[in-house]
């Protein structure tokens, strides 16, 4: 099992877990295997070509996946994948 942290503003898709524990071999197989559980999950980490969203990180233990393998990585009983949604905004120097 992997452990993966839910960030805040998807808890209430998962019934509002801050951390779920999923099967996979890879980061693929363990997102769809939440997604499997938790529909809504699914389309907010990953677009309709099945890529992850551009404006979402996900990090097997320390690693960010676009340095790896993507939603290849493979991924071992205890790893930790967090999934972390990107934050814009601007300086508030603007205008």
């Known amino acids: 099992m992997v452990k993966v942290r839910i960030p805040t503003v998807m808890r209430p898709l ?6 779920i524990e ?5 980061v693929r197989e363990v997102l769809i295997t939440i997604s499997n559980d938790h529909p809504e999950f699914g389309p907010r980490i990953l677009d309709d070509a099945g890529k992850v969203r551009r404006f ?7 690693n960010d996946i676009r340095f790896e393998e993507g939603l ?3 991924v071992v009983d205890g790893q930790t994948l967090s999934i972390l949604p990107a934050v ?5 120097l603007e205008g």
Do not use: C, H, K, P
């Open 56 to 62: 979402v990180n996900v990090f097997v233990d320390d």
């Open 14 to 19: 998962v019934e509002g877990a801050s951390t």
């Open 88 to 92: 814009a905004g601007g300086s508030g």
């Open 22 to 26: 999923a099967d996979g071999e890879t």
């Open 72 to 74: 290849e990585t493979r």
